[in-house]
């Protein structure tokens, strides 16, 4: 019974060891010297299109709905008058900066590009392209991920700016065409007690979460093996994955930088 | 030339590759066959350091390349082509794309020398307007052919080809089987092919490697290899009735 637990515990530790530090390996191997950079440039702006841009609308979409149904709980939920009603706004504004806008995307991104990315580069290694890649000399690590990572970084702190405003805008929506807030309370909300440095957190977070939904996702599609099924499980164990990393990088950064 | 020197591979209890010893000439269309299973897939992927091996050495005119840094292997490995055996094109690349592609990364050619060399090997395939189609839309011979014109762009010394017969007409085979005997004299080029297909050992088999349970069983050419008496080979080599009515 004894010898069970051990090895019911030491199991999933020796699992979790092994893909750390594969994982780390090949995050090194990704941030090694490319070998034509001008190959490289390009790969960048089409990840930056493909990860980015193809996916403001849903972005879009989703800040905007959300703005509006976060100011229309919180004011379902106050109902004492000595609230006042630009509470709202604040509220709304506040949840936007500080969590919906860096982190919830952050999520929704790791289900649409991460997916992406793990079945992407895990067909490419069941269907022996990263093996052609390796046999022309090219770091196929480097070549694959590298860009995909670099788009990301650098195109979410925009994602999350523009999801901010668009979720901020529904939440304005609401004030204009409903009476559940007035217009000048609502304005007046976003703008009472405004800290720049809530926005500079919540950039600090969309970095580091791109970085998150790339690499994990991008690490299970490459060592996917066998048959396409493989690569539908790599696809689902980079988004569950990647999420999990998402929320507990959220309380680290949040318990580090805000408190 | 390649030589193999005492290669062993297993993977966990199962012994894959059991002291292979051989050479591949240079100018010469090598063939390793053996039944599904056998470790011939193994052995190329050795080779050219897919797989590492557990024992052994493998020399690449005189080269020691299991010996080699990552970065000299690297650099070893620009001379040579790998045709894979599903073609291995890159779905997000045109067939120019593709074979422009190792050119783009491992030499300092110039643009319009770059695009003489595609025109070159899409020719020498025998696919002159295909430039624009992506691998979506070739059918499998195509796919092949640019799969060897991919491998051949940046004038490997070496050239292994995963049976490149796999999944095409024995029509298209023997148009493949030729294309690369062709290139092979052509350029003098080292050639390693794995199959197990008949047609490719008479067509083209100026070496042949017979694995069996993971061991170098015969050597010989394409006419010793119908007249061997090793029962292992000829079971191979008359397993279907149409070469057992040509040997009756």
Redesign the interface.
């Known amino acids: 019974m004894k010898r069970l637990r051990i090895r019911v515990t030491f199991v999933p530790m020796a699992s979790f060891l092994y893909h750390l530090g594969r994982y780390a390996l090949l995050i090194w191997r990704v941030f090694s010297k490319p ?2 950079v001008s ?1 490289y440039r390009k790969r960048l702006f089409d990840e930056m299109v493909t990860l980015g841009l193809d996916s403001l609308g849903i972005i879009m979409i989703i800040s905007l709905f959300m703005g509006a149904v976060i100011t229309i709980q919180t004011s379902a939920n106050i109902d004492s008058a000595l609230i006042p009603a630009y509470t709202i706004g604040f509220t709304a504004r506040q949840s936007t900066i500080l969590e919906f806008s860096p982190t919830i995307m952050a999520l929704i991104l790791a289900g649409k590009i991460g997916s992406n990315i793990a079945s992407e580069i895990g ?2 290694r069941v ?3 990263i ?2 890649l ?6 196929s690590g480097s070549y694959l991920i590298l860009p995909k990572i670099l788009a990301a970084v650098v195109i979410n702190p925009f994602l999350v700016v523009i999801s901010m405003f668009v979720s901020i805008g529904g939440g304005y929506m609401i004030a204009q065409f409903t009476d559940i807030v007035s217009v000048p309370d609502y304005v007046y909300g976003i703008q009472f007690d405004f800290r720049p440095f809530h926005v500079n957190y919540a950039l600090i977070k969309s970095v580091i979460f791109a970085f998150i939904f790339t690499s994990i996702p991008a690490y299970q599609g490459y060592y996917a093996s066998g048959s396409a099924l493989e690569v539908g499980k790599a696809s689902t164990r980079g988004v569950v994955f990647s999420s999990i990393v998402i929320l507990i990088a959220n309380y680290v950064i949040t318990q580090l930088v805000l408190i | 030339m390649i030589e193999v020197t005492g290669l062993y591979k297993s993977f966990g209890e199962n012994k894959v590759l059991d002291d292979i010893t051989s050479s591949f000439e240079e100018g010469k269309t090598s063939l390793i066959i053996g039944a599904s299973g056998s470790g011939k897939s193994t052995l190329a992927r050795c080779l ?3 797989v590492a091996p557990d024992e052994g050495g493998v020399l690449f005119d005189g080269r020691d390349f299991l010996g080699m840094t990552g970065k000299e ?6 001379e ?1 082509g ?1 045709l ?3 073609s ?4 997000f690349m045109t067939v120019e794309e593709n074979i422009r ?2 050119l ?3 030499t300092k050619m110039s643009t319009d020398e770059k695009a003489e060399r595609v025109q070159f090997v899409l020719d020498r395939v025998e696919l002159k307007d295909a430039h624009k189609l992506f691998p979506s839309e070739l059918s499998g011979g195509m796919k092949k052919r640019v799969g060897i014109a991919r491998a051949i762009a940046p004038n490997p010394k070496y050239l292994f080809c995963d049976e490149p017969n796999s999944g095409l007409d024995p029509q298209t085979s023997i148009v493949i089987d030729n294309l690369i005997h062709e290139i092979t004299q052509e350029s003098n080029i080292t050639t390693v092919v794995i199959t197990h297909d008949m047609n490719s050992v008479i067509e083209v088999g100026d070496y042949i490697m017979f694995l069996h349970q993971g061991k170098n069983w015969w050597e010989g050419d394409n006419k010793s290899i119908l007249k061997t008496e090793n029962q292992e080979v000829l079971d191979f080599v008359y397993a279907s009735e149409f070469m057992k009515k040509i040997k009756a």
């Open positions: 070998e034509k190959i067909l490419m269907t022996e392209q093996d052609a390796e046999i022309m000399g090219v770091n | 050219v350091g897919l292997r690297r650099g070893m490995l620009k040579v790998f894979f055996q599903g291995a094109l890159f779905d592609f190792p783009d990364m491992l």
